[in-house]
């Protein structure tokens, strides 16, 4: 079916606004986009009018958990991250199937309605990988790797490797990510690394999260060591690496082309290594600002040093929502000095490009995942974006999206 869209303004990310724009959708795919004249209603089947409003990309949100949905709310702020960390494992250790289950669900619905139409989902359980690769949004589906003692470190290389190839059967995109420099060896995240390049799978970790997770890597000690002690791990096996998270994966040439996600503790030092890796930063200022963190990642600073930063809203153990627009406003909070368009590009086509993802930009040939808001936005402000509970209109794949089919 050939569809016609007509705005309004569409705001392609990658191009210039078009006043009175159109954009013309085959076989769910964007086949021109151009001013409504160029275009004749009756070569189309369907015609969708979206005056007064304007046309985006949908949102690509570049880290989720949805495995933690049913979390919403259970967990408080204001704990030690080592604190937190517990409440997670104790409340995935509580939590039924079903509950995990429904809550990746009615995520994936408030995700949709709140614009997103491509996710990058983290998960330990398969099961809610193919949840998500099943639904109505695009998806990359990381298959997450918790092991730190070296000794372990063939078994659970093993394991990821046939979760990958499970994945890839249920027509899952998948993704390896190994936690976090505080929970996987470094023996084992060398070889995820090697079946990430030889499997040309998108690689995501959290990084440089927290100042304990810094005292951790240089020192071996602190409230993580604790609580990995209390997890059977012999703290004798604890290195103090003397260098930062971001130094001691960098120097290994594991951030390679990665997904790097928080980066609170940087510093602007640390870029150089960050952009010698071709990583893509993913800002989460909804999680951030869920901990009440002081110091985040330095968006600013990175778009300055010309790298392609992304945005998330990791999951409902840390954050309340899972709308983008939620952590646009967030992001646009913590740093008023960045052009919205640049915000912009962070929530759609950067995300997109580092996953590998054939969206996040209105143009030929890219998958037609387009979104709208109430208002003409020609200028640089965005208000009628930035300013939205959520969009007027959803299109995933050329599909039009309403309240009942999410
Ligand atoms: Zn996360």
């Not at 505080?182 to 990084?207: G, I, N």
């Not at 071996?220 to 604890?238: I, V």
Request: include cysteine; aromatic fraction near 6%.
């Amino acid at each position: 079916m050939d569809t016609l869209l007509k705005g309004g303004v569409v705001y392609p990310v990658a191009a210039a606004p078009v006043r009175d724009g159109a954009i013309a959708v085959h076989k769910g795919l964007i086949e021109a986009v151009g001013h409504a004249s160029d275009f004749q209603e009756r070569d189309f089947d369907e015609v969708i009018s979206l005056s007064g409003q304007t046309l985006t990309p949908g949102f690509v949100n570049a880290h989720s958990h949805l495995q933690f949905s049913a979390a919403r709310g259970k967990i408080p702020r204001g704990l030690s991250f080592a604190d937190w960390i517990r409440r997670v494992i104790a409340f995935n250790a509580s939590a039924t199937a079903e509950e995990i289950f429904r809550g990746v669900e009615e995520g994936v619905a408030e995700m949709i309605a709140t614009g997103t139409t491509s996710v990058a989902d983290v998960a330990s359980d398969v099961r809610c990988s193919r949840l998500v690769a099943r639904s109505k949004l695009g998806s990359v589906c990381f298959a997450e790797v918790i092991e730190p003692r070296e000794e372990e470190a063939d078994g659970a290389f093993k394991g990821a490797a046939a979760r990958i190839s499970e994945m890839r059967k249920t027509g899952a995109k998948p993704g390896l990510s190994p936690h976090a420099p505080y929970t996987v060896s470094l023996r084992l995240f060398a070889s995820l690394k090697s079946l990430a390049r030889e499997e040309s799978l998108p690689l995501m970790l959290h990084l440089a999260e927290t100042a304990e997770e810094d005292e951790f890597i240089r020192r071996g000690t602190g409230d993580l060591a604790g609580l990995l002690a209390e997890r059977g791990n012999k703290p004798g096996s604890f290195k103090a690496h003397q260098k930062s998270p971001v130094r001691l994966l960098g120097d290994a040439g594991l951030l390679d082309d990665a997904l790097a996600v928080h980066l609170n503790t940087v510093d602007e030092s640390e870029l150089d290594v960050l952009a010698a890796s071709r990583a893509t930063p993913v800002f989460c200022p909804g999680s951030s600002w869920w901990f009440g963190r002081h110091k985040v990642m330095p968006l600013d600073a990175m778009f300055e040093a010309g790298m392609r930063p992304a945005i998330g809203t990791d999951s409902l153990a840390s954050n309340h929502s899972l709308s983008m627009l939620e952590e646009l406003r967030r992001a646009a909070e913590y740093f008023p000095s960045i052009k919205r368009g640049r915000l912009m590009e962070a929530a759609t086509l950067n995300g997109a490009r580092a996953l590998g993802l054939n969206c996040g930009s209105i143009e030929k040939g890219r998958r037609a995942d387009i979104i709208s808001f109430k208002g003409e936005d020609f200028g640089g402000r965005l208000d009628s974006v930035f300013g939205a509970k959520r969009p007027e209109f959803v299109m995933i794949n050329g599909v039009r999206m309403n309240a009942e089919n999410p």
